[in-house]
């Protein structure tokens, strides 16, 4: 069973920025493709960015594209999503999800609140 821990949510006020972490105790993150996606209250939810891990090559979603950074650190088994720039619009729980295979693991999630 992987389980992947989110940290680095909160709130912030708008044109700040957030840095999440995505870390997987006892899992190596570094051989598996990465995704970040968001729930905002009454939404589905909606991928946000990924990173391959073999080519290392970035998808964004057109509302983030310009603002957020996802990237990778192996030695730390750590993936980052780097939110700069951020709107109201943004605020949502942000999950981070590996793909295993045909599997899928989910954390918990970290809030992030963007408001005045």
């Known amino acids: 069973q992987v389980q992947t821990v989110e940290s680095g949510g909160g709130w912030v006020q708008p044109g700040g920025s957030l840095r999440l972490s995505c870390t997987a105790p006892?899992?190596?993150?570094?051989?598996?493709?990465i995704g970040w996606f968001r729930q905002a209250p009454g939404k589905e939810r909606e991928g946000v960015s990924c990173?391959?891990?073999?080519?290392?090559?970035?998808y964004y979603a057109n509302s983030v594209k310009g603002r957020f950074t996802i990237s990778r650190d192996n030695a730390k088994n750590t993936v980052y999503l780097q939110m700069n720039s951020l709107k109201p619009d943004d605020t949502a729980v942000y999950y981070c999800?590996?793909?295993?295979?045909?599997?899928?693991?989910w954390g918990q999630g970290t809030q992030v609140t963007v408001s005045s």
């Open positions: 999800k590996v793909w295993v295979g045909p599997y899928e693991y």
């Open positions: 006892g899992f190596t993150l570094a051989n598996y493709d």
């Open positions: 990173i391959s891990s073999s080519s290392g090559r970035t």
